[in-house]
């Protein structure tokens, strides 16, 4: 049994803790729409300049990927390719 009063301030608590943690994802939603936007801007600039945007996509996906997981791939569409008959 509970002490008369403590479970409305437990819930309270509760509460606010919930709120708090709803605002930091929307707070972090707002610095990502922000991320996004610059993100967004480089990549016009580097299309301004010349280069090609998809192509420095596919650059940054393959960074982020680790060595043996690009070198596996790299196999895989090897072997698809000759499989086709590409290249």
Do not use: C, F, H, W
Not at 65 to 75: A, H
Request: hydrophobic share 40%.
């Amino acid at each position: 049994m509970s002490i008369p009063g403590t479970e409305r301030k437990e819930n309270r608590a509760a509460d606010d803790r919930l709120r708090l943690l709803i605002e930091r994802v929307e707070r972090l939603a707002e610095e990502g729409k922000g991320i996004a936007d610059d993100i967004k801007d480089v990549y016009n600039e580097a299309k301004a300049v010349g280069y090609d945007v998809k192509i420095m996509r596919q650059i940054v996906r393959l960074r982020k990927m680790k060595p043996d997981d690009r070198r596996e791939m790299d196999m895989l569409i090897d072997t698809y390719k000759v499989a086709l008959g590409i290249d």
